[in-house]
């Protein structure tokens, strides 16, 4: 069974950090490209970061320079720094897996406000 676990979102203040976590289960992580998304409500999910099995990373404008991605194969887990966060980055992050995700964890909140 798959399962995608993520955690580590919060209320933060502008300018703050998170580091977001994502266990996978139920699925060969290490041959995976696994991503971050975002989405706020109204609107469509957005890539943020994706790793891909060989350690190559794609940012998309959301994460570039303000974001790191990275994983742990031994733990099946990828990660997702984030700092100098801003109130737009407002919005419930997910991780998927594959280079057009169809599968989705319950997400972690992230609220950026003073």
């Known amino acids: 069974q798959v399962q995608l676990v993520e955690s580590g979102g919060g209320l933060v203040q502008p300018g703050g950090s998170l580091r977001l976590s994502c266990v996978a289960s139920?699925?060969?992580?290490?041959?995976?490209?696994m991503g971050w998304y975002r989405q706020d409500p109204g609107k469509e999910r957005e890539l943020v970061a994706r790793?891909?099995?060989?350690?190559?990373?794609n940012y998309a404008d959301s994460g570039k320079g303000r974001c790191t991605i990275s994983r742990d194969n031994a733990k099946n887990t990828v990660y997702l720094q984030m700092n100098s966060l801003k109130v737009e980055d407002t919005a419930v992050y997910y991780c998927?897996?594959?280079?057009?995700?169809?599968?989705w964890g319950q997400g972690t909140q992230v609220t950026v406000s003073s």
């Open positions: 998927s897996f594959g280079l057009t995700p169809s599968f």
């Open positions: 139920g699925i060969y992580f290490r041959i995976y490209t």
């Open positions: 790793i891909l099995p060989g350690g190559t990373i």
